[in-house]
């Protein structure tokens, strides 16, 4: 049975922000960007790990079908290659790192998710291999999985909670003016992302 498509709309409003707002949140990017980086590290090492592994090889020379994609399968999965063992590797990095006050887990997920992701294209070919962010290419971004990790957005006060107690208004266009984001905030909201 397909999937019913849901309306989904991809809304931009801008933060009213202080000095203070603007510190503490590079502050949670500077984490998130740490993160990305220990991240992709292990995870480089498990690529390498993986193509190393004499099944891979194998998998490699198998015909296209099932039998191919199980053994791929198998391989990562030995070497913990999955995006389920990256988001506990995540939280437990953030948590040793002593991060958990500054970054919540489904924001440190969806770091893992973009690592895993980048890692899986480079693993099978498609795209060269994922850099390090620096000072130069610093994440320029930080999102959760949903409205229920440490940003999301606040509808009845028009703001955007970045952790408990501490809130972001949001400057609000006249919604009378523009009817396509009245008819977009009347949804629920899925993720928030800060940019």
């Known amino acids: 049975m397909p999937r019913k498509e849901r309306t989904t709309f991809i809304v931009t409003l801008p933060l009213v922000t202080s000095p203070d707002d603007v510190s503490r949140l590079r502050a949670r990017l500077e984490c998130a960007r740490r993160m ?34 199980d053994a791929f399968k198998e391989v ?60 130069r290419r610093p994440l320029h971004s930080l999102e959760g999985k949903n409205n229920k990790g440490m940003l999301r957005w606040i509808a009845k006060t028009s703001s955007l909670q970045v952790e408990s107690g501490w809130t972001i208004k949001v400057r609000m266009p006249d919604l009378r003016k523009d009817e396509w984001l009245a008819a977009a905030l009347q949804f629920k909201t899925k993720y928030c992302r800060v940019v």
């Open 36 to 69: 990305f980086n220990v991240m992709l590290q292990d995870g480089l090492r498990i690529v390498e790990a993986v193509r190393a592994d004499g099944r891979w090889a194998a998998a490699l020379k198998l015909p296209k079908g099932a039998a191919r994609n």
């Open 76 to 135: 990562r999965e030995a070497h913990g290659f999955t995006e389920f063992a990256f988001h506990s590797l995540a939280v437990a990095h953030k948590n040793a790192a002593g991060f958990a006050d500054r970054i919540g887990s489904h924001e440190t997920q969806t770091i893992a998710t973009r690592v895993f992701k980048a890692l899986e294209q480079y693993l099978f070919g498609k795209r060269g291999r994922p850099r390090f962010k620096g000072a």
